[in-house]
Every structure is written in C-alpha cells, then in structure tokens.
Antibody, heavy 121, light 110 residues
Framework: EVQLVESGGGLVKPGGSLRLSCAAS????????MSWVRQAPGKGLEWVSS????????YYADSVKGRFTISRDNAKNSLYLQMNSLRAEDTAVYYCARISSSYPWSHPDYWGQGTLVTVSS | QSVLTQPPSVSAAPGQKVTISCSGSTSNIGNNYVSWYQKLPGTAPKLLIYDNNKRPSGIPDRFSGSKSGTSATLGITGLQTGDEADYYC???????????FGGGTKLTVL
C-alpha cells in the first residue's frame, strides 16, 4: 500500500524558514517523480514543485521560485521542501504527491494527508 | 486566476448526471493528458481520471472523462450524496514547465 506521510508544518513568522518532509513507503521510491501541491484556506489546489526520480528535472511555480527548494533522498525514501522567505500567502496545507511515472510532467496518483503551514506574526 | 478554467459550481439531483468542464490552451490541455481529482474537506485529493479518460482501479464507471482540443470534461452519472465534493482538473503546461490545476468546481447533490 502506497503511503505518504508529511511532517514539518507549523507556525512561522513572515520571512522565516521551514523544512517539510514526506516519508514514502509501499512503492519503489526511486522509480517515481514526486511533487508538492498546496491548498490555501478556502482556495483551490496549487501546484508548487516537482522533482524527477533521479533529481535530474526540477520545476517550480513562479510564486515560489527562488524561495523554495525541492529535494529528495532516495536512500531514505524521502522528499523535502525547504521553504525560505515565507510570506502570509504561503499559508496552506501542503500535500506530498507521487507522480505516476519517473517523468515529472505526468499526473499525481497518490497523495499524503497534508501538513499545515501557517505564516503569521 | 487559474490557468485552467472550471465553473465554480454545478448541481443536480440524486440519480441524475452532471458534467464539469475544464478549459485550457494548446500549451496545456491541447498537448498533454488531463487528470481529475475529487477533494473532500480535510482529506487528501483522490485521483478519479487520468490520461484524459482512464479510471484507476476502484473508481466506479459512474465517473468518466473526455478531451477535445483544449477542453476536457468530467462526467458523473447516478449522482449520490456522497459525490458532493470539490472537483479539480489538472495537467502539465509545456510552455510554463509547470503543473497546473483548474480553480475547482463545487458539486452539490440537491
């Protein structure tokens, strides 16, 4: 059974940093691309970033480019999102999602339950 | 403003059929596969349709997908109260080199 468990969310002040983690199990992690998708309160889904299975391809939404860094550790079956220079508009539930192939432009097929990030003074 | 355009809401009676549209452009829907997700409050999104019209195992055939040009459609037949949720279309945008979602459609089963 595919399982994705996010952690690392919490309350942070504007301008602060946070690192999200996603622990994956139930599939061969190094064969799949991974993504982060977020949902702000009362808003729709917003794609944040994707990384290919071997980290060759990395993509970011314009809204987070230069502030967020996606990475993965295939030996630890883990996905990460380093978030710097956080803004109030980054407040959202952040979902870790498995992409259905090794290519990051395919569709997410499994999602974690999400971790809440709140940016507020 | 989402790259993909969906109606904010749709509604229909139990047992009826509803369709949800998703409009994009040649850089996204026109040249890439479309997927659809069901989102209930407080839960993770659930994949309903991928590659325009394929259903993952466990998704009933009441859910269907289609694509024509730069638009895609999700169809749900035999509506049940449990289908009340937000529905999102998604795809890759080759020009933006980014994943994109529609703004979401709230389905109400009257």
């Amino acid at each position: 059974e595919v399982q994705l468990v996010e952690s690392g969310g919490g309350l942070v002040k504007p301008g602060g940093s946070l690192r999200l983690s996603c622990a994956a199990s139930g599939f061969t992690f190094n064969s799949y691309s991974m993504s982060w998708v977020r949902q702000a309160p009362g808003k729709g889904l917003e794609w944040v970033s994707s990384i290919s299975s071997s980290s060759t391809y990395i993509y970011y939404a314009d809204s987070v480019k230069g502030r967020f860094t996606i990475s993965r550790d295939n030996a630890k079956n883990s996905l990460y999102l380093q978030m710097n220079s956080l803004r109030a508009e980054d407040t959202a539930v952040y979902y870790c999602a498995r992409i259905s192939s090794s290519y990051p432009w395919s569709h997410p097929d499994y999602w974690g339950q999400g971790t809440l990030v709140t940016v507020s003074s | 403003q989402s790259v993909l355009t969906q109606p904010p809401s749709v509604s229909a009676a139990p047992g009826q059929k509803v369709t949800i549209s998703c409009s994009g452009s040649t850089s996204n829907i026109g040249n890439n596969y479309v997927s659809w997700y069901q989102k209930l409050p407080g839960t993770a999104p659930k994949l309903l349709i991928y590659d325009n019209n394929k259903r993952p195992s466990g998704i009933p055939d009441r859910f269907s997908g289609s694509k024509s040009g730069t638009s895609a459609t999700l169809g749900i037949t035999g509506l049940q109260t449990g289908d009340e949720a937000d529905y999102y279309c998604g795809t890759w945008d080759s020009t933006l080199s980014a994943g994109v979602f529609g703004g979401g459609t709230k389905l109400t089963v009257l």
